[in-house]
């Protein structure tokens, strides 16, 4: 009788775990290069196009890298040097990003559909990028800027991996950041939301430590419709 019903026992499905909490989910926070959009391309030729104009090579595959998760002012400071750096600037003012390379940026697969689907779920939305405020003309370039609730770039926060953007969503929104998440592709996003003490999902890159690995928003839809259903 007992091997019976331990063999039962052995056979028996494993049940789903407690999903660490994630199921008081209260809000959903994204990154915008690398998540959103495919905008690696968009942002090496920007680059480019600024060290071409001060009489610089291409960027290396190391800075195009670097320079896709920073901020604009990191990327110069990496890729400029400090004898070019004023006209570089100058270059960049008079750079439209929004006309030449903004087309350039490709949405990810399924990206629109789950942002409509979590308005419909009811899901508060944010977005934390080291974009400037020139992320707004990309939101209403591709007409996904009524999503969010929340927009914090780097002109209102330190850009990531300082935690402070994560902390002001979390601080306008009432809630404990670990009652969020954080969906990221790179490093620094990884690093904002450990200092923040948010949950990191990790967008599209297994190499990162994360709570949760997703490979598309056609998946990142389901898993989270199961937590709020």
């Keep these: 009788m007992k091997c019976t019903e331990a063999a039962k026992q052995k056979n028996a499905p494993t049940p789903p775990p407690e999903n660490n909490g994630r199921r008081k989910l209260h809000g959903f926070v994204l990154d915008c ?15 480019n196009h600024i ?9 290396s595959m190391e800075e195009a890298t670097y320079s896709h ?16 750096k004023q006209e570089a600037i100058r270059i960049r003012k008079a750079t ?13 697969p399924h990206m629109v559909t789950f942002l409509q689907n979590m308005q419909k779920l009811g899901l508060p939305l944010a977005l934390c990028t ?7 003309e990309v939101l209403q370039h591709f007409g996904i800027d009524h999503f969010f609730a929340l927009i914090i770039t780097i002109t209102r926060a330190q850009p990531k991996p300082s935690p ?3 902390l002001q969503i979390s601080t306008k929104w009432d809630t404990e950041p670990a009652s969020l998440a954080f969906l990221g592709d790179s490093l620094v996003d990884q690093q904002a939301a450990s200092a923040a003490g948010m949950p990191f ?3 599209d ?6 709570d949760l690995h997703i490979s598309n928003f056609k998946e990142l839809n389901e898993i989270i419709k199961a937590m709020l259903m």
């Design 51 to 59: 060290r071409h104009a001060v009489h610089l090579p291409p960027m």
């Design 69 to 84: 998760m920073a901020s604009t002012e990191e990327a110069l400071e990496r890729i400029i040097p400090n004898a070019l």
């Design 33 to 47: 290069d690398g998540v959103l959009f495919d905008s690696k391309a968009a942002n090496t030729a920007y680059y």
């Design 96 to 108: 439209s990003y929004r006309d030449t390379f903004m087309p350039m940026m490709q949405p990810s």
């Design 164 to 166: 402070e953007g994560l």
């Design 130 to 136: 080291n974009r400037s405020d020139s992320v707004h």
């Design 201 to 203: 999902w990790s967008y």
């Design 205 to 210: 890159n297994p190499d990162l430590k994360a």
